[in-house]
């Protein structure tokens, strides 16, 4: 009888893991600067991005680091310079035209995509904005820089900038404006260290677009000259302005000149009585707010 020999095989069942390590496992996204999107969504997108954590080896760390991690050595130490994208846009979060480097202590404005549109460098440690920042950078329609530590911007700065609307300095160290672009509609300039000498006869006579014009919480002595008359906000309140003449918002030859875009000047917080001085309101449709008596 033949005997029926009977093979057994052991088999060993690993089982497959889908895992990657943690850092892989964050899905990133990359963007082209070639759209003018809306902003409204892209600035809640980019903050949920900003705020949102990853695991790395049982230790929460912050999205920009996470991004410096995926680098292998040799890329990790290149400073960024104008050849590449990349080293900004990990230290900061681009989207769709957008750059936002906020609250990442940075102490010069970063290389930018050529692209860029819109540059959001909120607090930081800015001391210093030279000519070269901007130099190749000429479709920035809004750049703000509130809450950085500026003393000093070359001349010349802003002055390729033919497409920017809205440029905020808030909250630094100016002692002077610089020179600023012809299509501004917005300037924000409040809680500097700015006086009168510090700002040109001519500084806004020519920006025929400007319409909200912000100088609060200075050390100016008087409104500065020859606004424009496209202004429709301004904002003076909390300085140490004693003078106003009758040329200051109207026009002491023409009786029947009447300020027609303004419609709001604050002065409040100066040493100065309005009431002192009432031809020079007399072309504007509201009074000044501020003191009276």
């Known amino acids: ?59 929460n760390v912050s999205l920009d680091t996470s991004l410096i991690l995926q680098g292998d050595d040799s890329e990790r130490n290149v400073p960024p310079t104008k050849d590449t994208n990349l080293p900004t846009c990990l230290l900061c979060v681009c989207l769709s035209g957008s750059v936002y480097c906020e609250e990442i202590d940075i102490e010069a404005v970063p290389p930018l995509p050529k692209e860029t549109a819109y540059l959001y460098a909120r607090f930081n440690k800015i001391k210093r904005i030279a000519v070269s920042d901007f130099a190749d950078i000429t479709t920035l329609r809004r750049i703000d820089f509130s809450g950085n530590r500026i003393e000093e911007i070359e001349d010349g700065a802003f002055s390729k900038l033919l497409l920017l609307e809205e440029l905020s300095l808030a909250e630094n160290r100016l002692l002077k404006l610089p020179v600023l672009p012809p299509k501004l509609t917005t300037f924000n300039a409040n809680q500097n260290r700015i006086k009168s000498r510090g700002i040109k006869a001519n500084a806004f006579k020519k920006l025929t677009n400007l319409a909200y014009l912000y100088l609060g919480h200075n050390a100016l002595e008087s409104v500065p000259l020859n606004l424009p008359e496209s202004l429709r906000i301004l904002h003076l309140q909390y300085n140490n302005i004693t003078t106003i003449t009758d040329d200051t918002f109207c026009k002491s030859n023409n009786t029947r000149y009447v300020r027609t875009q303004m419609d709001e000047i604050r002065m409040e917080g100066n040493p100065i009585v309005l009431a002192k001085h009432v031809n020079a309101f007399s072309c504007l449709r509201t009074l000044p707010v501020g003191t009276y008596y």
């Open 1 to 59: 009888m033949k005997t029926l020999q009977t093979t057994f095989f052991l088999f060993a069942f690993v089982p497959l893991v889908n895992s990657a390590p943690p850092i892989q496992q964050e899905s990133l996204q990359f963007y082209d600067y070639d759209t003018d999107d809306t902003l409204g969504s892209l600035i809640q997108q980019d903050y949920e991005m900003q705020s949102k954590d990853i695991r790395k080896d049982g230790r």
